[in-house]
Structures are given as C-alpha cells and as structure tokens.
C-alpha cells in the first residue's frame, strides 16, 4: 500500500520543483506597488545606521541564494531597473565570484550565508544541543579559516553575514548564529554584523519571507503589508521565484542524503 505520507510530501514537492510558486514579473509587482506608496529601501547594510522617522515607510529587500546563484542576477535586474540595492547573502554551496563581484559593483551588500555549526553537527553525527556546544571553539575557526578563504576569491572585502537554517535545527535546538555571538570572532574576521542580531531585527520589527506553494508567505505577503503601509524586511530565494528543476533535485538530494546519513 502506497504510504500515505509519502504521497503527501510528493504532492507538495513536485509541483514547487518544477514550477516556481513566484514569478519575476511578481517581484517587480512588489517593488513598483511599494515605490507608488512612497516606500523607501534599503539594505540591510544601510538600515542598521539609516535614521528612520515615525512616518516613513521602508523595505528591506534580502535575499538568502540557498540554490541558483545565476538567479541573483535575475533579482538584480529588476533592482537596477527600479534603482533599489538588495543584501545578498551566499552559502559555500552557491559561493560564485563572478556573480557576487558584480552584485557588488552593482551597488548591493554581498555577504556569507553560513552554514558551519550545522555542517559540523551532521559531519560528525552530533544531535545534542549539549554535545555540539563542546565543539563550538573548532568549529568557530573553521568559520574564520573558511570566510578568509571565500573572501580571496572576491575582489572586495565582506563585512556581513547571515545564519542559514535547515532541518537539524528542529532536533540540535541551536542554530547558526550562535557562532556569531562571539565578538572577537567578529573583530577577527571583519564581520560588522549577523542579519539576525537583535537589536537589527528589533528596528524593523516585521519579517516576511517567501515559501513554497500552497503557502507562498510567512506569516504575510509583502502586499498585504504594503496596503497598510507597514514596514518590513522581505526575504526572497531564488528557486522561489525563478524555476531551475535540475539546480533544485540536486540540492534536494543532497539534503536527503545528508539526512539519512546523520
């Protein structure tokens, strides 16, 4: 008898890997709507030392390149088009110098999506919050040693970062971006900041990401928001937007083997 869970999680991957919940024509909606309504944007990178008065409306246009990093370009046209800059922020996985030096050069925030915790954690088959925690001093100069090496291969010099999550965060109970609650390894490897500090989030207070179909938003759409001219942070990701099925399968696998494995 066919698992009826099985079939479930089918129904729901297959339509979202070969037909992307979210088009471009979409995305440009959304930024023409917010311009009509007088919103400024921002990157996160000018956010955190932007003055923001009481009656301003702003948008924080991020987007994370867990897959595709050709599609970060596709994003950038539309930005260049509308004259707004976005934060970039790139895995190891999706790590593509040419395409990050001409964001940069393109006036955006490129940063590092990292991901060391996590990888040391499934590497090494730990799955106790207590247990990986004895590991945090190695796997922080992994972190330093990986970001120095990335940083060679670019023509410019990174100074933002942004955790990326997955699914041993349900079962480790800790993420990421504890490695970054370290300040001197932040003074050792330039980072100014991590897109999920507090405070930072704090001032934008309303956090909205893109998600794969029937939901399509979390917890809100950028329109809905945009109607009642509430500010916030837009998260975006490539293979929701733009659909590249071979790019998505092979990431897909990966995280499978990566789950049976650990």
């Known amino acids: 008898m066919f698992n009826k869970d099985l079939w479930q999680r089918c129904a ?5 890997l070969f037909f992307a919940p979210h088009s471009l024509i979409e995305y440009e909606q959304i930024i023409s709507a917010a311009k ?4 400024k944007f921002y990157t996160l990178q ?4 932007a003055e923001i008065s009481d009656t301003e409306a702003f948008i924080i ?8 990093p050709q599609g970060a370009l596709r994003f950038a046209e539309i930005e260049l088009k509308h004259g707004v800059k976005a934060s970039y922020f790139f895995r190891q996985a999706t790590w593509h110098p040419g395409v990050m030096n001409v964001l940069h050069h393109g006036g955006h925030e490129v940063g590092y999506h990292y991901e060391e915790l996590s990888d040391y954690a499934k590497k090494h088959h730990i799955k106790r919050k207590e247990e990986i925690l004895k590991h945090l001093a190695y796997i922080r100069k992994t972190f330093a040693e990986n970001l120095s090496a990335l940083s060679k291969t670019v023509d410019f010099q990174l100074s933002s970062a942004a955790a990326h999550g997955d699914f041993s965060y349900k079962t480790l109970d800790v993420g990421n971006k504890l490695l970054l609650k370290d300040e001197q390894l932040r003074a050792s490897t330039g ?3 991590e897109a999920y500090d507090e405070p930072l989030v704090d001032k934008y207070r309303n956090h909205i990401s893109d998600k794969p179909a029937p939901q399509r938003f979390y917890p809100a759409s950028p329109q809905e928001l945009i109607q009642r001219r509430d500010s916030f942070l837009f998260l975006s990701h490539p293979r929701w937007w733009m659909p590249n099925p071979l790019v998505s399968v ?13």
């Open 250 to 262: 092979i990431s897909d696998c990966r995280a499978m083997v990566q789950k049976i494995l650990w």
């Open 46 to 49: 000018d956010f955190r030392s």
């Open 191 to 193: 980072i100014a900041y």
């Open 36 to 39: 009509e309504q007088g919103y």
């Open 12 to 16: 729901y991957k297959i339509p979202n």
């Open 61 to 68: 246009l991020r987007h994370d390149i867990d897959t595709d």
